[in-house]
């Protein structure tokens, strides 16, 4: 088996699309997950785009250790000098410069000449390799450029010191049969590339992203760039499940492997849901909720038999337990850490005490903890200390009535208490909070309201999310009771907006 490195970009491509941003502790919890789960490459921002970006790369960098961890730079001295600064404190540091290579791109984009992208990658790659031993070049728009033209560039950054050259599907438009082919022509006509490792960078606007990587891999690709869930601009980037089991499952047929612990995939893939607010459609392949689930009879009863009659994976190959064991209002303090850890959740002392507290007053509501519920409490993101809590609420509402919420929130020990009446119990609880905190202009432009589990008393989970100014923040809040679940949510996508706007994350393009 040819071992692939995988190079995750969740934190770059995946994060710059709408509705995904994350703050910075998100991107250094999904960092830590992406070393866990181990991938060979973190991409973790574009540090001369913002300050944000900067700081999460230079954070990713100073606590994230066994993988190299990577910072994109456009073909630009100052962005270079962005990323070799960000990435100071990095063990295994690269900088990954990228200019496009297409033709529409040249005339309409970037207004250059051929020579002149030839002339810009020697001198820029030269000048990224006198800054770090490791430089990735990325010819953007790879797969719609002249062919030789390709070759021509991606010569040059060979020759200026780049050691992988990345071959980007950037408008998800090539086919598997000819993304093979484009990676054996690059093999064949640029002198000296096995001294380089070939990488593919594949987009799903034709759903083929995946299938494009795993071509790109057996035609001698030596590295597969791909997001968690396949989050990304427009349809997404190549999904790292997909890529990642299907070279499991058809190793055989592929020839190919990876360095992932594919158990930590379910939890990677539910904690970049969580702080994106978002969720797997069902059918979703690997890390949808019915990707296991048969509800045909003949279906049925071929698996009570044996699970490998319509399974070509088991739910344990990616983490999913099976036991089916629930915890309820007996269950102590130890049941409650061990059962979390099976799930792959290891929090430190104090982040268990408080998520305890969360599970004894689930447990107060609801007769049967599933798994499910515990993944949900176990990816609540806890925010700062000095921020508003919600103490009680009362609301009022019928058909023949106006909507009226009082509700009471603290902050620093202090309560806050008003009143507000409104179209809906949620939108008079929101003028309500409104009314208290004031907070900066924003427009709520997505409410989304799910159950975890099922049954009458089943935790639901609401997520909102924020557009203000400078960005968009996403908030989420879990109760049984639907009303507190949306007060909920919008009190922690209000926090976030304010600890922003504090200056933690100013210059933030996405917060
Ligand atoms: O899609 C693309 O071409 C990219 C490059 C910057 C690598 O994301
Ligand atoms: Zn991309």
Known sequence: MRKVLIFDTTLRDGEQSPGCSMNLREKLEVARQLEAL???VIEAG????????????????????????????????????AAAKALSAAARPRIHVFIATSDIHLQYKLKMSRRQVIEAVRDCVSYAKS????????????????????????????????TTLNIP????????????????????????????????????????????????AVAGAGQIECTVNGIGERAGNAALEEIVMALKVRGDALGICTGVDTTRIYKTSRLVYAVTGSRAPKNKPIVGDNAFVHEAGIHQHGVMNDRRTYEIMRPEDIGISTDGMTLGKHSGRHAFESRLAELGYTPGKEELDALFEKFKELADRKK?????????????????????????????????STPTCVIRLVKNGVRYEDVAIGDGPVDAAYKAVDRIISPPAHELYDYSIHSISGGKD????????????????????????????SILAYLNAVNRMLEASDGENEQNRDI
């Open 131 to 162: 800054l770090c031993g490791d430089v990735q070049f990325s010819a953007e728009d790879a797969t719609r450029s002249d062919r030789d033209f390709l070759c021509l560039v991606l010569s040059a950054a060979l020759e200026a010191g780049a």
């Open 368 to 400: 049967n903890i599933t798994d499910r519920d515990l993944e949900a409490i176990a990816s609540e993101r806890f925010d700062r200390a000095d921020i508003f809590t919600l103490d009680r609420f009362t609301v009022q509402a019928g058909n023949r």
């Open 38 to 40: 181990g991938v060979d």
């Open 46 to 81: 574009f540090a001369a785009s913002s300050g944000g970006d900067a700081e999460a790369v230079a954070a990713v960098a100073a606590a994230v250790k066994r993988p190299v961890i990577c910072s994109l730079a456009r073909c630009v001295r100052s962005d270079i000098d």
């Open 458 to 485: 089943a935790l639901g989970e609401v997520t909102v999310k924020l557009r203000m100014k400078n960005g968009t923040v996403t908030g989420r809040g879990l109760s049984t009771d639907v009303i507190e679940a």
């Open 169 to 216: 599907d950037t408008v998800g438009y090539s086919t598997p049969a000819e993304t093979a082919a484009l990676v054996g022509y690059v093999r064949e006509h640029v002198p000296g590339i096995e001294n380089a490792v070939i990488a593919a960078h594949c987009h799903n606007d034709l759903g083929l992203a995946a299938a494009n990587s795993l071509a790109a």
